[in-house]
């Protein structure tokens, strides 16, 4: 009996290092993508079910989740670009920027194998689902997942700003393609139609 007991408290301590991406960024993670991440990401999702390991959420974010739409306070090109850049930090690249960590078959693998060990990990729980509704985790999901869409949001606002004055980039999109050269867009529709 006492022997189950002994875990929990080295599980307690390595809940507070889990909070953060193990690349050392501030980028926000939902709980899918934390699971994904890494083997200890995988491991940790009952702890992420149970609510004890929790997705910090920027107050850049925050701020985002409270108003979008906000015009920034100096509304000149500096001022746009002071405040695209903390949520560039928050959310990662943005779409007119090329990814840098361009995901082949062994990355994507890897995340489904460690999608695999942390649902593993996660059928430990009974009823996981009620449990996640009853701690609160599937709240706080909600809440991160809200949160990274109203900063994308904020973001493509002030770009579209930054646009209408004619500022450079980071102030505004960047108009890089981004596509890969492969992709032919198609000439039609792909499915029969009368």
Same mark, same amino acid.
């Given at each position: 009996m006492h022997k189950a007991i002994y875990p929990l408290p080295l599980l307690f301590l390595l809940s507070a290092c889990l909070t953060s991406p193990a690349d050392g960024s501030?980028?926000?993670?939902?709980?899918?993508?934390?699971k994904r991440e890494s083997i200890t990401g995988a491991v940790a999702s009952p702890l992420r079910d149970v609510n004890v390991l929790?997705?910090?959420?920027?107050?850049?974010?925050?701020?985002?989740m409270a108003d979008p739409y906000q015009r920034p306070s100096p509304a000149t090109c500096a001022g746009i670009a002071a405040a695209i850049v903390p949520l560039n930090e928050a959310l990662g690249a943005d779409l007119d920027h090329p990814s840098e960590d361009e995901q082949d078959m062994m990355d994507k693998g890897k995340g489904a194998a460690l999608g695999a060990v942390?649902?593993?990990?996660?059928?430990?729980? /009974?009823? =996981?689902?009620?449990?996640r509704q009853l701690s609160g985790a599937e709240r706080h999901d909600s809440l991160v997942t809200d949160a990274v869409l109203a900063g994308a949001v904020r973001r493509a606002y002030m770009k579209g700003l930054g646009?209408?004055?004619?500022?450079?980039?980071?102030?505004t999109a960047s108009h890089v393609?981004?596509?890969?050269?492969?992709?032919?867009?198609?000439?039609?529709?792909?499915? /029969?139609? =009368?």
């Open positions: 501030s980028k926000v993670q939902t709980t899918s993508e934390a929790r997705t910090k959420i920027p107050p850049i974010l925050l701020e985002a942390a649902g593993l990990a996660s059928s430990v729980i /009974p009823f =996981r689902s009620w449990v646009e209408a004055k004619s500022c450079r980039p980071p102030a393609r981004t596509a890969p050269d492969n992709v032919v867009p198609t000439q039609g529709p792909r499915y /029969p139609v =009368r």
